[in-house]
């Protein structure tokens, strides 16, 4: 069933050691729109970044029309997401699935009921759900088998897909894709004639995908191999799968032969990363001061940490623009961390320690005053008062702190020499352990559950406390742009 690769068949493109991917892919390109310039032809790629950068080469190249650059999992929902809906069948979010798993754990008294409430347990048992579900009911069956351990696993699987039946997830979403390639919808019509570009796995789903498009003669897979045997084996072992659907690989079309392997010209020596970004950092000023455009200069590091973090740090400190992955998370702007840490407390049992540190976290709010507290102070007062943990022992012991507070105030007002600043610090002091005992009682009752148990109320009462204890918009007048957006993307 191998054609040319000129013609719109199904077939596989073998790259091999030296020859660059990239190039083979555009040449596949420009065959497939030699009958027609506007032919649809869509090509999945392994990542969003291969996919931009292979947008703009083909840009740079030849200006291909209708040629679009997305993920193999994102046609599959393109094309099938709209029979499934249709079907009045709603995505298996997280969220529904791991509810999905708590619900048969607590069915179940088999090995897994002791630690059924264990959040590692429902992670764990997710894990194993994706490593169960391409497998036949004749390979779960044996798998069942094999002892009480593994019988247990495939009945919550089992129990777990009943129960969101009326869901679906990624192979469900392929399969039916491929349903909607075999009708001929419009949807599928959309996509064209499908390039499969260096894939590094794919699944059963997507697999029956590739094969209803391979019949229809839509599909051409381009695999590369390294010349490494053991990296090999999975791009062999791939084609081996797809041969009787798209026939043997053929040779990538103008192959150009590797070029000389590239070589440092220039290597510098840092004490730490730090200064190693500094020293970028100066190079790019004097590349630019040059008139060299710095949209052509790539930073590239072995490893992720501590460079992710460092190169924005330098280059915003000098003036440099830059663009990239974002080296922030949600979680860690003030905003997120407040909210996340406002969660932990009642596990901690609003242990001292941990309401320091939350209070330190961020901008926190006190809903009496609408102020910012002074964490420092807060964290200053209550280990003075010998506060461990507990509510009750917060009230207790800020209590008696105060009282004390209060006797010395008495004590030192009835003494005619005493100092003026001194019955001025007392009093403060009194004031700040009354208003830290009062926050931390409203604390304890704004941290009690919903008794309802639904994510809508979830929700709402994490966002009441995220607006109690960060503030309104009129508090974050003085917050950067991430940090406000950042905000706006929790709630």
């Not at 798993?101 to 764990?124: K, N, R, S």
């Not at 979403?173 to 499969?196: I, K, N, S």
Request: charged share 25%; aromatic share 4%.
């Amino acid at each position: 069933m191998s054609h040319p690769v000129g013609t719109l068949g199904a077939v596989i493109v073998l790259v091999d050691h030296g020859a660059p991917a990239r190039d083979a892919l555009l040449s596949v390109i420009e065959r497939l729109h030699e009958p027609d310039p506007l032919a649809p032809v869509t090509v999945a790629v392994p990542s969003p970044l291969a996919g931009l950068a292979l947008r703009r080469a083909a840009g740079a190249r030849a200006g291909f029309a209708n040629v679009r650059f997305t993920a193999l999992a994102r046609v599959a929902e393109l094309v099938g997401a709209p029979g499934l809906a249709a079907a009045s069948r709603r995505p298996l979010t997280p969220a529904i699935r791991t509810e999905a798993i708590h619900t048969v754990l607590a069915d179940d008294d088999g090995p897994f009921a002791a630690v059924a409430g264990h959040p590692a347990t429902a992670e764990a048992l997710a894990a194993t759900f994706d490593e169960l579900r391409p497998l036949s009911e004749a390979d779960r069956a044996a798998l069942a088998a094999r002892g009480t351990r593994p019988a247990a696993v495939v009945r919550l699987y089992e129990a777990a897909r009943a129960l969101t039946a009326h869901c679906y997830d990624a192979d469900d979403v392929a399969r039916a894709a491929a349903d909607a390639v075999t009708m001929g919808t419009a949807t599928a019509a959309e996509v064209g004639h499908l390039v499969l570009f260096l894939p590094q796995a794919i699944e059963p789903g997507e697999e029956a995908l590739l094969r209803a498009l391979a019949a229809q003669d839509r599909l051409t897979v381009v695999l590369g191999r390294s010349g490494d045997a053991a990296v090999d084996a999975a791009v062999d072992a791939l084609a081996v799968r797809l041969t009787d659907a798209l026939g043997a690989p053929v040779a990538a079309p103008d192959a150009s032969p590797a070029g000389p392997a590239p070589v440092a010209h220039r290597i510098i020596s840092a004490p730490d990363p730090e200064d190693e970004i500094r020293v970028i950092a100066r190079e790019l000023d004097e590349r630019a001061r040059r008139g060299e455009p710095l949209g052509r200069v790539a930073l590239l590091s072995r490893i992720p940490e501590p460079y992710a973090r460092l190169v924005p740090e330098v280059l915003d400190a000098a003036g440099i623009e830059w663009t990239g992955a974002a080296p922030q998370r949600i979680a860690d702007a003030a905003a997120g961390r407040v909210l996340l840490g406002l969660l932990a407390l009642p596990d901690a049992d609003l242990a001292r320690d941990e309401v320091a540190a939350w209070l330190a976290s961020g901008p926190v709010i006190d809903p009496a005053t609408h102020r910012r507290v002074n964490a420092a102070r807060w964290d200053e007062l209550s280990r003075r008062a010998g506060v461990v943990r507990g509510s009750g022992q917060w009230a207790d012991r800020l209590a008696l702190q105060c009282a004390e507070l209060e006797q010395e105030l008495a004590t030192k007002r009835a003494e005619l020499e005493a100092p003026e600043w001194l019955l001025e610090r007392l009093a403060r002091d009194r004031d700040e352990v009354d208003g830290l005992a009062a926050f931390v009682a409203d604390l304890a009752v704004a941290l009690d559950v919903p008794t309802a148990g639904t994510w809508h109320s979830f929700a709402t009462w994490a966002r009441a406390l995220l607006a109690r204890y960060v503030g309104t918009e009129r508090h974050h007048a003085d917050w950067p742009d991430d940090e406000l957006e950042a905000a706006q993307r929790i709630d």
